[in-house]
């Protein structure tokens, strides 16, 4: 390994020895048990470190040509090091996870079947999380805030949570007395997944309904029925790009966002009813203008700053945007 290599790495461990108590002091302060610690902060080590309590998940973020040269699993390996000595843990309380070229159903595909489950606690709410056998835990993180934002404005309203994943705004939304939430995914797993964190929480009944299902396809069949339900707050987080075989039709953020947030708005959408749409395409321009929101009686709120927490260092980890009535001054 060249020496520029060897400096690289001894800054990674200085920068989170003093990320590590930054982020714990923090953490405590806020009651936080999930948090990002370390966000290529060194352009040289380019990796994410995210703390559960069981243990800390290392994202090689690496480009696909560099994984292919000599030496860079030996640089793995001794980041790998130098986080277990930093948080003194064990082997098997580290988990890695690389980059690869994704495609159609990856994002639900397992990486192993250790079956590394774990609860986890979030603003008094609890949450099954699985830190080794998929790309993602089952929580975002990013969006510990915008949870928090819906389950203040969810009181007595119906949800509608879209590409649902593992359905913690449901449940937050739950946990902040809406009459009802329907979350529909395209993956039966994470249904599965949903279920059990509604569940956990106490929101086991009928108002709580679960839909596996092609998104489009679901919202193209009730568009057509004349008494359709329509919701109050209107959640969805979709995938930048699938073209899965689940799916009826090929889904990008950037070319279809348009059509879908006004068939939501005109079809789904109660009376003064809001929709929140966030992405995590870096790249993402809402294509729906001002004017033609206003001609609806509404407007598109961007909150992509306030909606990013503090361990978040990464500004365009995602975008969020708030479509709500004209007349609403503030959220």
Known sequence: MTERGLGALTMFENRLRKLKKEREKWAKRENIECYRIYSEDIPQVPCILDQYPSGLVLYDKSSLRFQAETDHEARLAQMETIVKNVFQIQENQLFLKRRKKQKGSDQYEKLSIEGNFHWVNESNLEFRVNLSDYLDTGLFLDHRTTRSWIKTNSKNKSFLNLFSYTGAFSVYAASGGATKTTSIDLSKTYCDWAYQNLERNGFKNSNHQIINADILQWIEAEAKKTNRERYDLIFLDP???SNSKKMYEEWDVQTKHRNLLLLLLTKFLSENGE????TNFRKFKMEVEDEEWKERGYRCINRTLES????????????LFCIVPTEVNKI
């Open 308 to 319: 990013i927490p503090k361990d978040f260092r990464d500004q365009k980890i995602h975008q």
């Open 275 to 278: 929709i929140w749409f966030s």
């Open 239 to 241: 995938p930048t790009f």
